[in-house]
């Protein structure tokens, strides 16, 4: 059994920074790509970032210079550092890992976390 556990979300100004926070606890023998999405209302979830173990990292272009992804390959946690929020990255925000447990390899998604930006 594994869980993914956000944290960070909130209520925060045009042009201000969040930091979203995801731990990976259970029965985790490795964690390969882990990563964020982000799902407004009336739309599809979409990718926001993913970092993989060697630290190699992939950014959506409406986010390249202002969203920093990281990890901790020790504690399995992935972190995404926000800046210059904007109105339109509103949107739940999804925690999601490529997990290998003792027994099986899949994709595990949190609880998501939501993050406004109004004024």
């Known amino acids: 059994q594994v869980q993914l556990v956000e944290s960070g979300g909130g209520l925060v100004q045009p042009g201000g920074s969040l930091r979203l926070s995801c731990a990976a606890a259970?029965?985790?023998?490795?964690?390969?790509?882990m990563g964020w999405y982000r799902q407004a209302p009336g739309n599809q979830r979409e990718l926001v970032a993913t970092?993989?173990?060697?630290?190699?990292?992939n950014y959506a272009d409406f986010v390249k210079g202002r969203f920093t992804i990281s990890r901790d390959n020790a504690k399995n946690t992935v972190n995404l550092q926000m800046n210059s929020l904007k109105p339109e990255d509103t949107a739940v925000y999804y925690c999601?890992?490529?997990?290998?447990?003792?027994?099986?390899?899949?994709?595990?998604w949190g609880q998501g976390t939501q993050v406004a930006v109004s004024s």
């Open positions: 999601s890992a490529d997990i290998q447990t003792w027994t099986r390899r899949g994709g595990y």
């Open positions: 259970g029965n985790i023998f490795l964690a390969y790509g």
């Open positions: 970092i993989f173990r060697d630290g190699w990292t």
